[in-house]
């Protein structure tokens, strides 16, 4: 099964490093990139990475770009770059593990490009002992894959950390499908943050289908959406076009042949072929998102407001490679049977291009124009749409205000925090982590605090010393672990 996320298994797994009859379990990878969300194995503490486990880490991501990485080319000159890097004493300072597995990632993706390539690193504590890599090539294609190393010490405690397969705690206070609605003028609003496994929330999937199943338009907000598995995406695109099944995507695989896509002829409810359907995006919309908007887009299906996106098309699992440090390789990527290509690197590009803030007001105008002009609308109702129209126009003007930011109280948390990085623009702070979107920073209730617009959970807020200067930026994360970043 393809994931986009940062997807590992909680359970057994086999000889081949597969989880036998399972579906995977997912995290969420975009976050990671974010914020400060490891997909660890354990809660990490503060220690220090020597030469040799350096060393052995680089190794180990080698071994596993060899066996896996979606294009090998690419896997060598990885290779290649990291060794050297090691060789020339490129990471000696990089003691703090934490610290170890971002200068990997940030040179990886600053040699790729590759949004989900990454190291991460989260363990009980001290620097485990180390375990060869296992080759894992043999897996059967589109399988997620990951290879589980223990020491003697550690086999009883991940034994129950991992448990017997469930997904209990992956996903424990996440929502895929944040709210599903009917706005003014009979058109269907759903709020989609996570394509969540089909094990996990078809039901409620299939039940926000139900809600919006008479409008007479979809909306679908994609604008927070961070990705997902292609099982789920694939679902609720069903419900957008015919019974006959419909070839979607192929994905490309560096070590196995490709396979293919289809839309599903049964689904629990109506397929709406006909109904017009437009989707909210942004830069932070990535992954398993960008697949639903990029076939729907290149299918001919929908039209596509706001932001071009994050541009994460390639995905694939996380592989523990012993130490505490996980790495996501990327083995397969996606390509459109009309396009011939994808959107790794470069995004989904929106039909119809605005700020994320003006556009799902852009979008409801847009729906209630298309009801009104396809006629066979009765005259009291196409003065009802004709009234919506208008406020709508108002709002937009509004929108195009400038906000009124008062610069001199917010240039001083301006500045780089290692691989963190805090700007400010016409309309306030922005938050950018390397790899990743710029994200609309809001102030909090607390001084020096701030959440994020896109992501209201997250908590950032900036350490001062005791000159009143700030001094570093801490974040905090899904797993509830603050992560912090010495300004530069």
């Known amino acids: 099964m393809h994931n986009y996320f940062s997807a590992y298994h909680r359970g057994r797994t086999s000889d081949s490093g597969h989880l036998p009859g399972a579906r995977s379990m997912t995290s969420l990878l975009i976050l990671t990139v974010l914020l400060a969300v490891s997909p660890s194995f354990a809660t990490p503490q503060p220690t220090e990475v020597t030469p040799e486990v350096r060393a052995e880490v680089i190794e180990d991501i080698a071994v596993l770009l060899d066996d896996l990485y ?88 991940n034994e129950k950390q991992r448990g017997t397969g469930s997904d209990s705690g992956v996903f424990d206070g996440v929502r895929g499908v944040l709210e599903a609605k009917v706005l003014a003028g009979n058109v269907g609003y759903l709020d989609i943050r996570l394509f969540l496994p089909r094990e996990r929330e078809e039901e409620i999937a299939v039940r926000a289908m139900e ?22 995406v694939h679902f609720v695109t069903s419900y957008l076009f015919p019974p006959e099944p419909m070839h979607l995507i192929t994905y490309y695989h560096g070590h196995s042949e490709p396979d293919s896509a289809y839309t599903l002829g049964e689904i629990p409810g ?53 130490a505490g440090f996980s790495a996501f390789i990327p083995d ?12 790794e690197g470069v995004g989904v590009i929106p039909t119809t291009g605005c700020s994320s803030e003006k556009a799902q007001t852009l979008a409801h105008k847009m729906a209630l124009e298309r009801i009104l002009n396809d006629g066979g609308v009765e005259q009291e109702r196409a003065e009802e749409l004709a009234d919506l129209i208008r406020g709508l126009e108002e709002d937009l003007t509004r929108l195009d205000e ?23 623009e016409d309309d306030g702070l922005y938050l950018q982590r390397t790899g990743g979107p710029k994200l609309k920073m809001v102030a909090a209730d607390e001084p020096d605090s701030f959440t994020l617009k896109r992501l209201p959970q997250a908590k950032i807020r900036f350490e001062r010393d005791a000159d009143g200067e700030i001094v570093a930026l801490h974040v905090l994360g899904m797993r509830g672990e603050w992560e912090v970043t010495r300004r530069q």
């Not at 409008?215 to 789920?232: E, H, K, N, V």
């Not at 397969?332 to 959107?343: A, S, Y």
């Open 402 to 424: 400038p906000p009124v930011v008062d610069a001199d109280a917010l240039v001083e948390y301006v500045g780089a925090f290692e691989y963190r990085s805090i700007t400010l």
């Open 332 to 343: 397969f990527r996606p390509v459109h049977p009309r396009t011939g290509g994808g959107w």
């Open 70 to 157: 979606v294009i090998p080319e690419t896997a060598t000159e990885v290779q290649q770059m990291l060794r050297a890097n090691l060789a020339a004493g490129h990471y000696d300072e990089d003691i703090a593990p934490a610290a170890f597995a971002a200068a990997l990632t940030r040179d990886m993706y600053a040699l790729t490009g590759d949004k989900h390539l990454r190291v991460s690193f989260g363990a009980d504590g001290a620097v485990a002992g180390r375990h060869p890599v296992k080759r894992v090539r043999d897996g059967g294609v589109g399988d997620v894959k990951i290879v589980v190393r223990e020491t003697e010490e550690s086999a009883g405690r």
């Open 211 to 232: 809600a919006v199943s008479d409008a007479d338009a979809l909306i679908f907000d994609l604008r927070s959406c961070a990705g997902g598995t292609p099982d789920m």
């Open 270 to 322: 109506m397929h709406r072929p006909e109904v017009p359907v437009y989707l909210l995006i942004s830069s932070f919309t990535g992954s398993g998102c960008e697949e639903f908007s990029y076939n729907l887009k290149h299918h001919g299906r929908a039209e596509l407001i706001g932001e071009t996106t994050g541009g994460a098309g390639h995905g694939g699992g996380v592989h523990a490679i012993g």
